[in-house]
Every structure is written in C-alpha cells, then in structure tokens.
C-alpha cells in the first residue's frame, strides 16, 4: 500500500480480527488500523496526512523514507571482489554496487 511516495507495511492481528499497519522506513512511528482492505486504505491516507499536518505543526519535516545513500559494511574480501569486479566492468563500485542492488530487488 502506498501513498504520496511513502509505503504502509501490513500485518493482521487475528486475535483482535484487524488489519494494521504503519508507515514503513521511517523512524517516527505512524500506525493506522481498520476491519477492511478499503478501510485500511483510508486510515493509512488519514494518518500520512496528520503526520504531515503534525510536521508542520511543530516546525519539523517530515522523515523521507530514502535518502538514496546507502550504507553498510561487508567483509573486506567481498568488498576486494566487488571493487574488482566494478573496476573490470569499466564502473564506480557505487554505479556496480546499484544496478547488483537492482537486479536483486526487482
């Protein structure tokens, strides 16, 4: 589920028989609940823009969920064999490192 740019992870809580979800890959905590898909759908919309609302509000902007800069640490070896490999394609480890990253997650 998505809105504006930003994405809602989903769960069901069968004990309580609802649907639930927050506003994922941000670090402020939005959550929305309802009973219905359609339901959920206006919560998530309603509570992405009180946390708008709330932003500016209180003099903040709002989290983005990404940045585009990613960062994390590997093993020296695997990063001696990405660097090679990118360097042999005739790339930046970075312009490799994103289109493996691509590949991956399509």
């Known amino acids: 589920m998505?809105?504006?740019?930003?994405?809602a992870r989903i769960e069901y809580d069968d004990e309580d028989q609802i649907l639930f979800g927050r506003i994922a890959a941000?670090?402020?905590?939005?959550?929305?609940?309802?009973?219905?898909v359609e339901d959920l759908r206006a919560?998530?919309?309603?509570?992405?823009?009180?946390?708008?609302?709330?932003?500016?509000?209180?003099?903040?902007?709002?989290?983005?969920p990404f940045s585009?800069?990613?960062?994390?640490?590997?093993?020296p070896e695997v990063h001696r064999r990405a660097a090679i490999r990118a360097e042999m394609?005739?790339?930046s480890l970075n312009q490799w490192a994103e289109e493996v990253l691509d590949r991956a997650s399509a």
């Open 89 to 91: 394609e005739g790339k």
């Open 68 to 75: 585009g800069k990613v960062m994390f640490r590997v093993a």
């Open 2 to 7: 998505t809105y504006n740019g930003y994405s």
């Open 26 to 36: 941000i670090q402020d905590v939005v959550g929305f609940h309802a009973d219905s």
């Open 43 to 64: 919560a998530f919309h309603e509570a992405f823009d009180d946390y708008v609302q709330t932003c500016a509000a209180v003099g903040k902007e709002p989290q983005k």
